[in-house]
């Protein structure tokens, strides 16, 4: 029930903010004059609407979005304003009319709005909610996350999963885990009479027991268990190793034993470090400046992910470095909200718009960056021919840019497509 609630929460948080994004829009054309006259929020029937000062705003039945009208964006439009009885590309208040940098403003002020959104967000959430102390990770209890069946005798590289190869059931040995029974959100309390506090606590005691038959005890609720189970040789990643996983060679690799589990650190389990209003600032802009980095990363990467989300739509494993789209990234809202985990919501929602602020500004059509680089395009062949003692010529034909405008947006089409898909059918889940 929380989950469900959490993801129509999450979920409302986006609508709120793409309806802010057009808003931004609206607002700055009124600003400089222009005139606007229609803001919707949804699209599809209309469930309400009114008029006031000449602006037309409502609420529609799909809840898919937003938009704005505004009277000249584009030279091909065939409005007629019912006042003049003329097309509205002609009214003295039509986009078109106004000077480049305004019009470039207007354009940009949906992204600048994200920007803003995500920058108050991760305000808040460093200067008065706070985040866990991950300095703390070796103070908290040895939480089970997954259990494997098996366990590696030797690290491979995996380039469908850019991680470890998974171990072979059959040929690899038992983990002791899968021995144990052990299940996710079990603790592990101790290893042959030796407390187990935090993950470093784990590594260097399973280091010292390859090959030995050891007593593990855990706790489970409020029960207390043991059993044992023998510790099998396997290579891992050092710990103070920073080599990316595709390159990870011989002198990043130790002899150790394993347990065959992920560790799920929680939220709950590590204490919360809040900056203050102030020191927020400085926080925000840190993580703002790596969450940018990482949004273009991400972009490059997305074609090289593609033949993933065919394989997890027709049932292979999903990759949880595939991208997502507003149902998957609702659903890992609803999933965190569940949980009380605030901070990674919190992240998720910046992130989100930081995604959509930079995306927007793209320079091909339909989106705001094309209507930027348009407008700047024109200003520039006609300064050029003035100075050549030309003829201005004129606005940009938006029907010759059809045939582009609709591959992005065929393009754009397949990818939503491909992605909510595998939202429905093999979604990521932090859990």
Same mark, same amino acid.
């Given at each position: 029930m929380m989950a469900a609630l959490g993801i129509v929460v999450f979920a409302l948080g986006i609508l709120i903010a793409v309806a802010l994004h057009e808003a931004g829009h609206f607002w700055?054309?009124?600003?400089?004059? +222009?005139?606007?006259?229609?803001?919707?929020?949804?699209?599809?029937?209309?469930?309400?609407?009114?008029?006031?000062?000449?602006?037309?705003y409502g609420l529609k039945a799909l809840p898919f979005g937003a938009f704005v009208k505004i009277v000249g964006m584009t030279p091909n439009e065939e409005d007629i304003?019912?006042?003049?009885g003329k097309p509205g590309s002609e009214d003295p208040k039509a986009m078109w009319r106004f000077p480049v940098w305004k019009r470039t403003i207007v +354009?940009?002020? #949906?992204?600048?709005?994200?920007?803003g959104l995500a920058l108050i967000t991760l305000w808040v959430l460093f200067a008065f909610?706070?985040?866990? *102390?991950?300095?703390?990770?070796?103070?908290?209890?040895?939480?089970?996350?997954?259990?494997?069946e098996c366990v590696s005798k030797t690290w491979q590289y995996d380039p469908t999963t850019r991680t470890q190869k998974a171990c072979e059931k059959g040929t690899d040995p038992q983990s002791p885990a899968s021995a144990l029974g052990l299940q996710s959100g079990d603790i592990i309390v101790s290893i042959d009479g030796h407390p187990i506090q935090g993950q470093q606590a784990l590594r260097d005691e399973l280091k010292n027991d390859i090959g030995k038959t050891v007593t593990v005890q855990y706790r489970r609720g409020n029960e207390t268990r043991s059993g044992t189970a023998e510790i099998p040789a396997s290579q891992r990643v050092k710990l103070d190793s920073k080599t990316p996983a595709d390159k990870i060679g011989p002198a990043d690799l130790e002899q150790a034993g394993l347990l065959g589990i992920t560790v799920d650190i929680q939220y709950k389990d590590l204490p919360v470090v809040r900056d203050g209003a102030v020191g927020g600032v400085g926080h925000t802009a840190s993580m703002t400046a790596s969450l940018? #980095?990482?949004?273009?990363?991400?972009?490059?990467?997305?074609?090289?992910?593609?033949?993933?989300l065919f394989s997890a739509i027709f049932g292979g494993e999903r990759d949880p470095e595939t991208p997502v789209s507003v149902v998957g990234a609702s659903r890992?809202?609803?999933? !965190? @909200?569940?949980?009380? *985990?605030?901070?990674?919501?919190?992240?998720?929602?910046?992130? !989100?718009?930081? %995604? @959509? #602020?930079?995306f927007n500004l793209f320079p091909l059509?339909? +989106? *705001?960056?094309?209507?930027?680089?348009?407008?700047?395009?024109?200003?520039?062949r006609s300064f050029i021919a003035a100075r050549r003692g030309r003829p201005d010529p004129g606005r940009v034909d938006y029907y010759k840019l059809a045939p582009f405008t609709l591959a992005v947006i065929g393009v754009? #089409?397949? %990818?939503?497509?491909?992605?909510?898909?595998? *939202?429905?059918?093999?979604p990521i889940s932090i859990k």
């Open positions: 700055s054309a009124r600003w400089f004059g +222009m005139k606007a006259t229609r803001y919707f929020i949804g699209f599809g029937p209309t469930i309400f609407a009114f008029t006031r000062k000449g602006v037309e304003d019912p006042e003049t +354009m940009a002020a #949906g992204s600048i709005t994200h920007f909610v706070g985040i866990p *102390d991950v300095s703390k990770v070796n103070q908290v209890p040895v939480r089970v996350g997954t259990v494997s940018v #980095g990482r949004t273009f990363a991400s972009l490059g990467s997305i074609p090289e992910r593609i033949p993933n890992i809202g609803g999933e !965190l @909200f569940e949980l009380g *985990d605030w901070p990674s919501l919190l992240l998720l929602f910046a992130t !989100l718009n930081l %995604f @959509f #602020g930079i059509l339909p +989106m *705001d960056g094309g209507h930027i680089a348009i407008a700047w395009f024109e200003r520039v754009l #089409g397949v %990818f939503v497509l491909l992605t909510v898909t595998a *939202d429905f059918v093999n």
